[in-house]
């Protein structure tokens, strides 16, 4: 199975701050990776598909980069509706796996 | 309006039965993949099953052999049978569909959510 390995695990960080988040996989994964934000109590919501496509609805503040085996989503000036969980997921093959999970809290 | 809802869940004993439903609205059910993803108090997200559109199936190891996905278009809706439940298989079930890119090589992503079942297995 294709492992993805998120970090750092968590972080601190202020409203108006610049955040990254990294997601490696464990194998070539090309683009097929994506990103989703889960807020506490809530089904997890979709942000980034195939590695850099922004979903609509999503504010343009998120963006994600990369392929291959090494990706990033960037948050651009964090916002208080901001402070959650996010996860990568890969679809590369049938059998689906997801990152640890990134926590972002507040400062 | 768009949407997945959950039923079925709840407390059963180890080494129980429990089935879970998927019911959708306002979108064309048998063009999509759909998927279970499921997740335990304090954890990650963990990818539970898979079927598509012909019906074809896909589970991780932890649940391979213990769990089936179903579905039922004339219905609306797709199921996921839990035998020889154990502990570790409690969690939030989440119901998801499988959207794909419009590319040469489609990429799947989930763009649409359940609000989530729990399930509990304990004695």
């Known amino acids: 199975d294709i492992q993805l390995t998120q970090s750092p695990s968590s972080l601190s960080a202020s409203v108006g701050d610049r955040v990254t988040i990294s997601c490696r996989a464990s194998?070539?994964?090309?683009?097929?990776l994506n990103w989703y934000q889960q807020t506490p109590g809530k089904a997890p919501k979709l942000l980034i598909y195939a590695a850099s496509n922004l979903q609509r609805g999503v504010p343009s503040r998120f963006s994600g980069s990369g392929s291959g085996t090494d990706f990033t989503l960037t948050i651009n000036s964090l916002q208080p509706e901001d402070f959650a969980t996010y996860y990568c997921?890969?679809?590369?093959?049938?059998?689906?796996?997801f990152g640890q999970g990134t926590a972002v809290e507040i400062k | 309006e768009v949407q997945l809802v959950e039923s079925g869940g709840g407390l059963v004993q180890p080494g129980g039965s429990l089935r879970l439903s998927c019911a959708a609205s306002a979108f064309t059910f048998r063009d999509y993949d759909m998927v279970w993803v499921r997740q335990a108090t304090g954890k990650g997200l963990e990818w539970v099953s898979t079927?598509?559109?012909?019906?074809?199936?896909y589970y991780p190891d932890s649940v391979k052999g213990r769990f089936t996905i179903s579905r039922d278009d004339a219905k609306n809706s797709f199921y996921l049978q839990m035998n020889s439940l154990r502990a570790g298989d409690t969690a939030v079930y989440y119901c998801?569909?499988?959207?794909?890119?419009?590319?040469?090589?489609?990429?799947?992503?989930?763009?649409?959510w359940g609000r989530g079942i729990l399930v509990t297995v304990s004695s």
């Open positions: 079927i598509g559109t012909a019906g074809d199936t």
């Open positions: 998801a569909r499988e959207q794909y890119t419009s590319s040469w090589t489609p990429a799947g992503y989930l763009d649409l």
């Open positions: 194998q070539i994964i090309t683009t097929y």
């Open positions: 997921q890969q679809s590369y093959n049938n059998i689906r796996t």
